[in-house]
């Protein structure tokens, strides 16, 4: 009789043990969807924090950059762009700008120090110029519009807004 009272001992302490497992494993699964959820909502809410600043951020940056393009000192970056320029390929040269820049042609003239064609662009849209040399067929993009893009990318890249797992 001793053994058969040992065994049902046995058999209810393997029991107990199966069911403790059972509950624990169950309540580990259910933690680990709590923290899936948590951990989910959290990069939501950091995703559109994230946007919010960097938006804010270039609103900030594109209104400075109009401010510059309506300066006294719009004119003198024009001329540094495209003397910087010149020496790039020779040939025939087309300076693309914004319909309203066009009053700065004798100056761009003037800083390549040849003949040059010009012809409105609609895609530039805070100023700069953009050089094509016809005979090479490469287009040299100095737009503020391309530098802002460029400063838009490093931002995200640099600024530690970024998401990393």
């Known amino acids: 009789m001793r053994c058969f009272e040992e065994l049902s001992l046995k058999e209810i302490k393997k029991k107990y043990e199966n069911q403790i ?6 309540q580990r699964l259910d933690a680990n969807q709590k923290a899936t959820v948590l951990e989910a909502d959290h990069k939501a809410a950091l995703a559109a924090l994230r946007h ?3 938006d804010e951020v270039f609103a900030t940056a594109a209104e400075e950059i109009r401010k510059f393009a309506a300066s006294e000192n719009y004119g003198a970056f024009l001329e540094k762009s495209a003397a910087s320029a010149k020496d790039l390929y020779q040939g025939n040269v087309v300076i693309y700008l914004r319909a309203c820049d066009s009053v700065y042609q004798e100056t761009l003239t003037n800083a390549f120090g040849k003949d040059i064609a010009f012809e409105t662009d609609d895609t530039i849209h805070f100023g700069g110029i953009k050089v094509c040399f ?3 067929a490469v287009m040299a993009d100095d737009t ?3 530098r802002f893009e460029a400063q838009k990318k490093a931002f995200i890249q640099n600024s530690g807004l970024g998401f990393k797992e």
């Not at 497992?21 to 169950?26: D, V």
């Open 21 to 26: 497992s059972y509950e624990l494993e169950k």
């Open 52 to 54: 919010k600043v960097t």
């Open 134 to 136: 016809t005979d090479a």
């Open 144 to 146: 503020l519009d391309a």
